[in-house]
Each structure stands twice: as structure tokens, then as C-alpha cells.
């Protein structure tokens, strides 16, 4: 089965939106002092409201722009209950999750699979791949942890500095004690950040500041050289397409349906809940 898109907790199931205009009315009582809904609803918000707001809204808008069968459920549901097999009951316990509350995760993941099934991958973005695809770089890069320190090694090497002995002095990466030299590498065997600025860098040119989630590039291509019997792009073009589509990530599935809906979070304490998905 394939893995859980949103989990469905028991404080979602709740939910923010059970609390939206929560009161004074009491929740629990004890000898030390009452809680309110209105302080149990500070609280959840406080630990986990942005969390649940994600959950919460990304379901609604599941819900309302996919449908999913009550077959399709039972389906994936049997599947996942024979490949459990006698851990079954313990997946469950360890999972925290009612058989019910099970079927309702399967149900959420088909629809956020139905939504990814529908991302588009556009003729240029093949045309992209391809281009890449059909060569392979040469290249060198000083890695350092900010943008500053970055833009230094550049003004050192375009004022006449040779780029492996800045290199070797400033890169945090392995290869530094190689004048930062990577050897050959092919389409997809960096990350996207530094693989994007290689393949769009001319031969001896020196990038800009490239930003990953290891710091930040000085990238340059010493050599570029096509890659043998390739193949053309009609040969290629759909093979690209199915390797496109298994690289999006739900972060932009999320994203594309955010803005679709025209979300806009109104309560200022959660302002931050869509950040990640570039949704303010």
C-alpha cells in the first residue's frame, strides 16, 4: 500500500474547526481549577494548530475536487490487511489507530494520489529533461554557509584567483581538498538547486551564488559531453513524462491545490501554516 499522505489524528478529528468559537464552557473540571474550551483550544493551536490547519484544510479540498469510492477503500484496505498479516492488530496498537480511523488514511491517500495523478507535465519541461538528460557535466564548486561568503569566492576568482586554490580554502565540502573538482555526473545525481545551475552554466563560466540545502554553490563546468545513443526526444518523450511525474513532490501537489482553493488564513497566530507550500 502505498504510504499515508495525511494522517488522520484523533486532535484533527476534533479539529480546529469544532473549536473555531470556543467558549467557556467546561471541558474538564478538578479541585485545582476548570479548563474551558476557549484554554483548551489555546492550547492545541499552541502546540500543534498549524499542523492540524494543514491537515484539516488540505482534506477539505480533497474532498470537494476528488471522490473516492467506498469499493476503492475496501480494496486497498484488504490489501494492506494481507500484507500485515499476523502483525495486523499490533500495527494497529503501535499506530494508534482504530480499524475505522485506518480505512479513513487509505481513504484521504487515494485522494491525494487521484491529485497527484493530475499534475500536468508541461511539452517544456520535457524539452528541459531532455537537454539535460542528453549530456553530461564536468564541473567543480566551493561550498560555504552563506550567500556572503559565497559571493567572495567569486569576486577572488573573477579578480584572477584560480578556482581550486579558493577551493581549498574556503569549501566545506569533500571535494575541496580536489580544488573542488566533482568529476563527471549525469542528469538528477545533484540536487535540484545545484543541478539546475550546472546544466544552464556555459563551459568556464563561474555560477552565481546557488542556495541548497547544504549552503550555498559556486559552481563551474569544466566540460560538458553528450551522453552515447541517448536516444531523440520523440524517442524519449514519454519516459521522461513518468520520470517527471514520480519527482513531484506532494509539497507541490499541496501548493498547486492551496492556490487552486485561493486559501487565505485569516487568523494571525497561524499566518505561517502554508509557508512551506509558498501559500501566505
Request: proline share 1%; charged share 35%; hydrophobic share 35%.
Amino acid at each position: 500500500m502505498k504510504k499515508t499522505f495525511l494522517a488522520v489524528t484523533l486532535a484533527a478529528s476534533l479539529g480546529l474547526a469544532a473549536c473555531s468559537n470556543p467558549g467557556k464552557e467546561v471541558v474538564v473540571s478538578s479541585t485545582i481549577g476548570d479548563l474551558t474550551q476557549e484554554d483548551f483550544y489555546k492550547e492545541m493551536k499552541s502546540l500543534a494548530g498549524e499542523e492540524l490547519l494543514q491537515q484539516i484544510m488540505v482534506e477539505k479540498i480533497l474532498n470537494d475536487k476528488y471522490k473516492v469510492t467506498e469499493e476503492e477503500v475496501k480494496t486497498e484496505f484488504e490489501s494492506f490487511k494481507e500484507y500485515a498479516g499476523d502483525q495486523y492488530d499490533a500495527f494497529l496498537a503501535q499506530s494508534n489507530l482504530t480499524e475505522e480511523s485506518l480505512k479513513e488514511n487509505i481513504r484521504v491517500n487515494l485522494l491525494s494520489q487521484k491529485a497527484l495523478e493530475e499534475m500536468e507535465i508541461s511539452d517544456e519541461d520535457i524539452q528541459k529533461y531532455y537537454d539535460q538528460a542528453s549530456q553530461e557535466l564536468h564541473a567543480r564548486h566551493i561550498l560555504v554557509d552563506n550567500e556572503e561568503s559565497a559571493k567572495e569566492a567569486i569576486k577572488r576568482i573573477n579578480d584572477g584567483e584560480d578556482f581550486a586554490d579558493v577551493a581549498k580554502e574556503l569549501s566545506s565540502d569533500g571535494s575541496a581538498e580536489k580544488g573542488g573538482d566533482l568529476g563527471w555526473f549525469s542528469v538528477g545525481m545533484m540536487v535540484k538547486e545545484f543541478n539546475d545551475a550546472a546544466y544552464a552554466l556555459e563551459v568556464n563560466t563561474v555560477s552565481e551564488p546557488v542556495k541548497s540545502q547544504f549552503g550555498y554553490h559556486v559552481i563551474e563546468v569544466t566540460e560538458k559531453r553528450a551522453v552515447e545513443d541517448y536516444g531523440t526526444l520523440e524517442e524519449k518523450k514519454d519516459e521522461i513524462r513518468e520520470s517527471l511525474k514520480s519527482q513531484i513532490s506532494m509539497d507541490e501537489v499541496i501548493a498547486n491545490l492551496l492556490k487552486d482553493a485561493k486559501v487565505e488564513i485569516q487568523d494571525a497566530d497561524l499566518k505561517g501554516a502554508f509557508d512551506k507550500f509558498s501559500i501566505k
